[in-house]
């Protein structure tokens, strides 16, 4: 079931901010910072950090930002260290009614720079088959205002490598969509923050300042989605 949202009266739409009222709930976020996971501890040193740490480090600054801007957050682990499997947190954010589901990444290899995500088809996985239609219309909405508010924020200190379908990833590849993808049920995001890899993207996101400016630029896309796409 999908959340219901702000009525506009609510929006402050110069700045997209939100104003709380007895009467109504604040939309949720459900923040899911990757790994471990049943196919991926995310403890690898690359450059002298990890995956799970910088997922982690800026989830929980991204929910101190989203909470002052009026949001309740949902974050699908309590703790760095703590495993749980992909399809658990899908229904994590399908349990809470998440107004969007943001799962905080970094890449490996090659590539350059932040890339946002979103289910591009249905994907199958464990028998399960998903997202609906009207999930993938809004999940391509979201990661177009995150692409956006990361390109405005992000854009001199890393390459924007833009928004993408689950389908051009390698998991994708081979079963139509991200496994968290498959089984939510509400809007749902993939953020690649960085390549950690790189020596220069490693540098930037290990510093406070760099974790602060990406969860600011992740922020702002979450407020303008959920503001500007009330159901
Ligand atoms: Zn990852």
Known sequence: MLPTLLSASLI???????????????????????????????KAIKNGTTEVHIDWVVGVKLRSLLVNRGFEVVMTKPR??????????????????????????????????????????????????????????????AAESIGAAMSKHLGGALIDGGVRGDSKTLIGSRQGVLTGSIFSKVPVVTVEMVVLTNKTEAEF???????????????????????????
């Open 205 to 231: 996101i290990k510093l406070e300042a760099g974790q602060w400016q990406m969860a600011r630029a992740l922020a702002e896309g979450v407020a303008a989605f959920v503001c500007l796409n009330p159901r």
């Open 12 to 42: 402050a739409h110069n700045n997209c901010s939100l104003e709380s009222s007895a009467n109504t709930t604040p939309p949720l976020i459900c923040i899911d910072p990757g790994h471990p996971s049943e196919v991926n501890s995310g």
């Open 80 to 141: 760095e260290d703590h495993l749980v499997r992909n399809a658990d947190r899908a229904l994590i954010a399908n349990k809470a009614g998440a107004a969007l589901f943001v799962r905080l990444h970094c890449d490996a290899g090659r590539s350059r720079g932040f890339a946002v995500y979103y289910p591009d088809r249905q994907g199958t996985k464990g028998g399960v088959t998903g997202p609906s239609l009207e999930v993938r219309k809004q999940s391509k909405r």
